[in-house]
């Protein structure tokens, strides 16, 4: 996985865009991303099943890995069955 490369849910209609990354392997719904549009979509696995937003960015714990959703779903992103995290905006710098 390098900076740039767009994933494909097999199950949802999610898709993301490598921010960061390493040689890891995303999946979505439980199921493994891709590069490829899968030819048929297949089933969801509930435990992954809380959705992606659109514009958000998804973290794993130690930040190593970061993804930018393109197009929302219904699936939920992970790394060898850890969730990944929605990344918190930064504090704006106070004005006083």
Do not use: N, W
């Amino acid at each position: 996985m390098k900076p740039g490369t767009k994933l494909k849910s097999a199950v949802c209609d999610t898709e993301v865009m490598v921010i960061r990354g390493s040689d890891v392997e995303v999946m979505c719904g439980g199921a493994l991303m891709s590069e490829d549009t899968p030819a048929e979509k297949s089933a969801i696995d509930t435990a992954f099943a809380e959705g992606t937003l659109i514009g958000k960015r998804y973290v794993d714990s130690d930040g190593s890995v970061e993804l930018l959703c393109v197009k929302p779903g219904k699936g939920s992103l992970s790394i060898g069955g850890a969730s990944l995290q929605l990344k918190e905006a930064k504090p704006l710098p106070s004005s006083d």
